[in-house]
């Protein structure tokens, strides 16, 4: 018989990733709903741009310097009998791998859309990401306390970029100046923005007498017609094609004056599924079973500077993790004893000693994890679905600059390769070569070698941005056949690859040497 505690625990709980183009105010929404959730008692916690003392991500001074929050960080509150974990992604154009992988552990998205822009370059991205995986996408158009576009206009565009259908739950009366509040058409109620009130609709909703008092005669005119437009012409709401991620709930509202943040906010926790059944190599596995899993998808190392310590960040998949418990560690069939976890929540860490399928806790590191790795208690051991590996498109060779300090540079490249931060090669010479998703990853590999393993480098960005493996051992053959636009290097487990300058070279050698076999992507786990 399952154990009836954990189902309920299971059942309470939530994992979202919340998504955005930079600037569309999702640090500003993240913070409030924690704020709902009292977990932090003031704003400014999320990202404290402004005010170091409550920041959460800030643990690097680049992002400091930027403004951006290049880590992503996971927060947990508690909000209406519901435990909520909330995986911020780094809301900056040149994202990394690691977006995309809190992306993988997340049973479900918030896409934070700027309402006088709407959907930007970043987004798109990251809600095909999301989209791929079939997860249900929530999205809030924001800054409807500023002139913005129009609703209906909104909402076409996000069906027509992104394909997805989409349904309001709560729509807009006015914009910028003129902005008076949100209806919410499946509590037939209206919130008033400045006047703080709300009212309950009778039975026929924004066409009774109601609102004629609270609103200009514009705002009311607009609204009906909107509303009976997208009654008459939009999607039903259907709760099956939301939890299958076929249909987005659209919200409206300011996550700056905290505005439309609480209906939106119940609507997603009555809406987004609980931890369901996660796929492995040994078929799937449900939350709800008695042995616990999870599996690793971040590492991150010297998140306190004043501890240097590195914390692996594990989702439970199943069962219930209790402090100082023995797990095996599929990877190696090592038994490993967690007795050091800790639970982030804003700017706090606590211990923990009890925690359930769908929460994420960090546990403490000293090298024994990757990214990637399954944890159980199960004797049968097996692998979660690997992570997706993403090829980098962006190569450099790095030296340090004082070989008297070559030993700390190899420390730092070899942490911050299995960190996950960056793909590390080498070549036949033993030359470094790191390889990213994005520029920004180099800018921060450079920065943390020099600020926490104190090793100065030169890097030398290298003219290639396809990557491919190899699938031979005739190396020999391989490299007569390379020319000045080819690289042969090895990854770290010395499987060789090449790198091309770019698509074109790629085809020409794949057309010209028909017997060379070359793999686009080898998982963390292969
Ligand atoms: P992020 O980059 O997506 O995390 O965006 P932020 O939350 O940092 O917000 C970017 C800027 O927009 C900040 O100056 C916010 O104060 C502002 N902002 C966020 N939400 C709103 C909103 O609802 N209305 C208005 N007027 N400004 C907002």
């Known amino acids: 018989m399952a154990n009836k505690i954990l189902t309920e625990e299971i059942q309470k709980r939530r994992i979202f990733g919340i998504i955005s183009h ?3 105010g999702k640090t500003t929404l993240t913070e409030k709903l924690l704020l709902h959730g009292g977990a932090i008692r003031e704003a400014g916690a999320v990202k404290g741009r402004h005010n170091s003392k409550y920041s959460t991500s800030d643990w690097m001074e680049i992002e400091k310097q930027r403004g951006i929050s290049v880590t992503s960080s996971v927060m947990q509150f508690e909000y209406s009998g519901k435990v909520i974990s909330i995986m911020d992604t780094p809301g900056h154009n040149d994202f990394g791998e690691d977006t995309y992988r809190i992306l993988t552990s997340v049973d479900s998205a918030v896409m934070v859309i700027d309402g006088a822009k709407g959907i930007e370059a970043q987004t798109k991205k990251l809600f095909k990401v999301c989209s791929m995986r079939g997860i249900p996408i929530f999205t809030f158009i924001n800054k409807m306390d500023r002139e913005a576009m129009d609703p209906l206009e909104s909402m076409e565009e996000l069906e027509e970029v992104l394909g997805l259908p989409s349904v309001a739950v709560t729509w807009p009366i006015g914009c910028g100046l003129n902005f008076q509040g949100i209806y919410d058409r499946l509590e037939n109620t209206v919130y008033l923005y400045k006047a703080g009130k709300t009212i309950q609709l009778g039975e026929n909703g924004v066409f009774g007498p109601e609102l004629e008092e609270h609103l200009t005669i514009n705002n009311l005119n607009s609204l009906r017609a909107e509303i009976e437009l997208i009654e008459g012409a939009g999607n039903e709401f259907d709760v099956n094609a939301i939890a299958a991620g076929k ?3 659209v919200f ?6 905290d505005f439309g943040v609480t209906p939106f906010l119940n609507h997603f926790l009555q809406l987004s599924p609980a931890p369901g059944p996660r796929k492995t190599t040994d078929g799937s596995i449900k939350p709800e079973e008695e042995e616990f899993s999870g599996f690793i998808f971040k590492i991150q190392a010297n998140m306190n500077p004043a501890h240097r310590d590195r914390i692996a960040f594990l989702r ?3 069962g219930t993790f209790e402090r100082g418990m023995t797990v095996t560690l599929t990877r190696t069939g090592k038994s490993i004893k967690l007795s050091q976890s800790t639970q982030l929540m804003a700017n706090e860490r606590e ?3 009890t925690a359930y399928a769908g929460d994420v806790i960090g546990i403490y590191d000293t090298g024994t994890y990757q990214i990637g790795d399954t944890l159980t208690t199960k004797k049968d051991l097996f692998y979660f679905e690997p992570l997706p590996t993403f090829p980098p498109e962006l190569f450099a060779r790095v030296t340090p600059t004082n070989s008297l300090k070559a030993k700390h540079f190899q420390k730092g490249v070899a942490q ?12 036949q010479y033993n030359e470094v070569i790191i390889g990213a998703v994005g520029a920004l990853q180099f800018e921060v590999f450079e920065y943390r070698l020099k600020n926490e393993y104190n090793s100065d480098l030169l890097m030398e960005h290298l003219d290639f941005n396809v990557v491919r493996w190899l699938d031979t051992s005739d ?12 690289m042969l290097l090895f990854d770290h487990f010395e499987r060789p690859l090449v790198l091309f300058a770019n698509q074109f070279t790629l085809n020409y050698f794949t057309e010209r040497y028909k017997d ?11």
């Open 22 to 24: 930079p600037d569309a």
């Open 247 to 249: 249909l987005s709930p």
């Open 252 to 257: 409206f509202g300011s996550a700056l004056a």
């Open 316 to 318: 439970i998949c199943s």
């Open 351 to 353: 211990t923990i000693d």
């Open 416 to 427: 911050l390769a299995q960190e996950g931060a960056i793909q590390v090669y080498h070549n």
């Open 475 to 486: 190396l020999a053959y391989v490299k007569s056949c390379l020319d000045s636009r080819c």
């Open 516 to 526: 060379i076999q070359l793999v686009e992507a080898l998982n963390v786990n292969s």
